[in-house]
């Protein structure tokens, strides 16, 4: 124990020291359960010289002792301050002071004036105490101490909550000890969804985005509800799968959705500031159908001919028996391009024949489907995903191997070598005065060029080292 | 005898897995936690993410559990039954705790992370609950459930959050105190 109340002196010396009358019956007593340890304040506060007969610690205080403790070797000490901490906290922590109002709506642009009152017990005087707004002191120009017990602050203008779970406005002792705290929800009502898009995967489920409206930004939780019912009849409906993949104003609807007769369907936002409604869509399921890129794309060479490709796939399994005037589009890019050439008149065949390409080379393809006219519909239909990319290569022709474009150098000096040689046996024939060229000279001509590169670099690493 | 020595060993075993995931002293475990405690403070908003932040703490039900610090002799000393029956209270409140935390929270991220956790408690705690069954310890009964909750304002929610948090950190640290010495006392 000795050990202990050593270490409790010196922790002493830098607690922060708060006499309250009231509270020290709480304290210097033996506590309850044999758990907790015994501990006399009154002894330890004669060791450092203290006047006054109790002290209370606050939570903060504790914590960094707690800190210093922990980098040494764990022992027992800062849980017996932790525990008669926690005690005293049991006992008075609940009333300590109260904010009104407590957790507000405002709009952005408000003023709020909130009061942070005091229980009797604590003996704290107004005038001591600070308020901060998400951990950020205000200053004391805002505050004005309407009692002994009772501190008021005024915001102007206030902007839009920092984090979706309120700001934090904090009332706090002179010592920054928290004393009590009110969340505010500052925002806005919400505008009219607007954008709102709604498309049909092979009839069967019906999937819709929208935008918020305005702003888009309200700052407080806004709950948004699709909903939708058929034109003509039938009770409104709503929508229940909310957000699904990376969209964040979507809404998907898996079952039980009727062709051949129009939907009205619309979306509703609110929050606690206000409520909006989208423009009413009507659509026919049919109008809006999507369906799976097609299956089975594979790319083939025609033959021996080297700039054509032939590309053939099966249309979409799920409505392969009733596309009747589906269109199909295809894109194909060279292996190292990002430029993709779009073929767009493929009608409704499942196969296609590229021509115009480059022999010899790798290209990449896709095909996507559009399911338009399906059922008699009139509109121009929704294009499917691209299909998975084929890729074949044409063939190379023989003509070309032999150094059209990039010659590797070895070939152009032969090249070069033979021009020469064809030059110099013409100015033999037709040049008196240069009886002395041939194409012997030449190759000493080049031999005397390598020899004198060689000698050119050895003085230049002569130099270097 | 050594049959039923191996069979201790099983779910032993099993607990200290379930704790590596959720915390441990090494990097990789205390980042997977300390991903859901920062997700958490983060939503809260200042103060509570700030260093050396400490509100007071609140008198709930959702607190209402063992309190992870204790005398160094007297944890040394711990029976192993008891030293199980406080685990296996403490991690029963602060599965409910967190789960209502995740229930009452706004970002659907933040829940699924928090529901997330969760699972991992329930795991450990089940891991308790079976190695006590083992020992031939009987399993407290399950305590009424926190009907009457008062009513809180929000920012109290939030400092009763912020003190789960800092209860269930405390309590992954001594656990994994709690089960090395738990290993050393079944083998000797």
């Known amino acids: ?465 | 005898k050594n049959t039923v020595f191996y069979q201790l060993f099983i779910p032993h075993c099993s607990i200290h897995l379930s704790l590596y995931f959720l915390f441990t002293n090494d990097a990789e475990g205390r980042l997977h936690q300390s991903q859901v405690a920062v997700f958490l403070l983060t939503y809260l908003g200042p103060p509570f993410n700030e260093k050396d932040f400490s509100p007071p703490r609140p008198n709930s039900t959702a607190l209402s559990l063992p309190s992870a610090a204790t005398r160094l002799e007297l944890w040394h000393g711990l029976e192993n039954q008891a030293r199980l029956a406080q685990n296996q209270k403490a991690y029963s409140v602060l599965l409910a705790a967190v789960r209502e935390l995740a229930r009452s929270t706004l970002c659907p991220a933040l829940k699924t992370s928090l529901l997330h956790f969760c699972t991992g408690l329930d795991g450990l705690l089940g891991s308790i609950s079976a190695l006590m069954t083992t020992l031939g310890y009987a399993l407290p009964p399950p305590s009424a459930n926190m009907e009457m909750r008062p009513t809180m304002n929000d920012f109290a929610k939030k400092v009763e959050g912020f003190w789960i948090l800092r209860e269930l950190q405390s309590w992954l640290w001594r656990s994994a105190k709690d089960f090395n010495r738990l290993k050393k006392r079944l083998r000797g």
């Open chain 1, 1 to 465: 124990m000795n050990l202990g109340v050593t270490a409790a002196a010196a922790a002493f010396k830098e607690a922060i020291l708060v006499f309250t009358p009231a509270a020290c019956s709480q304290f210097g007593l033996q506590t309850s359960s044999e758990e907790e340890p015994t501990f006399d304040l009154r002894r330890a506060a004669e060791r450092v010289k203290l006047r006054g007969s109790c002290l209370l610690f606050t939570s903060r205080k504790l914590d960094k002792v707690r800190e210093r403790r922990k980098a040494a070797k764990r022992t027992m000490f800062p849980f017996m301050f932790l525990l008669l901490l926690v005690q005293h906290v049991l006992l008075s922590s609940t009333h300590e002071a109260v904010i009104s109002p407590q957790d507000p709506v405002l709009y952005i642009g408000s003023s709020l004036t909130a009061t942070c009152t005091l229980s009797p017990e604590l003996g704290l005087h107004a005038s001591t105490l600070y308020w901060t707004l998400n951990g950020i002191s205000v200053s004391s120009s805002a505050y004005s101490v309407l009692s002994p017990d009772t501190l008021s602050i005024t915001l102007q203008n206030l902007n839009g909550s920092q984090q979706q779970s309120g700001d934090n406005l904090v009332c706090h002792g002179a010592d920054g000890h928290v004393l009590a705290g009110s969340c505010l929800y500052v925002g806005r009502p919400p505008e009219k969804p607007v954008n709102l898009t709604c498309w049909s995967h092979n009839t069967k489920d019906l999937s819709c985005k929208w935008s918020p409206g305005g702003l888009g930004e309200t700052h407080i939780q806004t709950k948004y509800t699709l909903k939708y019912k058929l034109r003509w009849y039938g009770r409104e409906k709503e929508c229940e799968v909310y957000n699904t993949g990376k969209q964040r104003y979507s809404c998907y609807i898996p079952r039980n959705l009727a062709l051949f007769t129009p939907y009205e369907i619309w979306v509703e936002a609110a929050n606690q500031l206000g409520s909006a409604t989208s423009d009413i869509t009507t659509l026919d399921i049919l109008d809006v159908v999507t369906t799976d890129p097609p299956a089975n794309v594979q790319v083939s060479r025609v033959g021996d001919l080297e700039d054509q490709l032939t590309v053939r796939w099966a249309s979409p399994p799920e409505l392969k028996d009733i596309l009747f005037q589906a269109k199909y589009q295809i894109r194909y890019r060279l292996e190292d391009s990002t430029e993709w050439k779009v073929v767009d008149d493929v009608g409704n065949q499942t196969s296609c024949r590229l021509a115009g390409l480059q022999p010899g080379t790798v290209y990449f393809v896709q095909v996507r489907c559009n399911p338009v006219g399906i059922y008699g519909s009139r509109k121009p239909g929704i294009w499917s995903d691209w299909s998975h990319p084929a890729a074949a290569s044409t063939p190379s022709s023989e003509r070309l191997q032999s150094g059209s474009c990039d010659p590797k150098p070895g070939e152009q000096n032969s090249t070069l070598r033979r021009e020469l040689k064809q030059f110099f046996g013409w100015v033999r024939k037709h040049a008196s005065g240069c009886s002395g060229m041939s194409i012997k000279l030449y190759d000493q001509w080049r031999v005397w060029l390598q020899k004198s590169h060689k000698t050119r670099n050895q003085i230049l690493q002569d130099d270097n080292s």
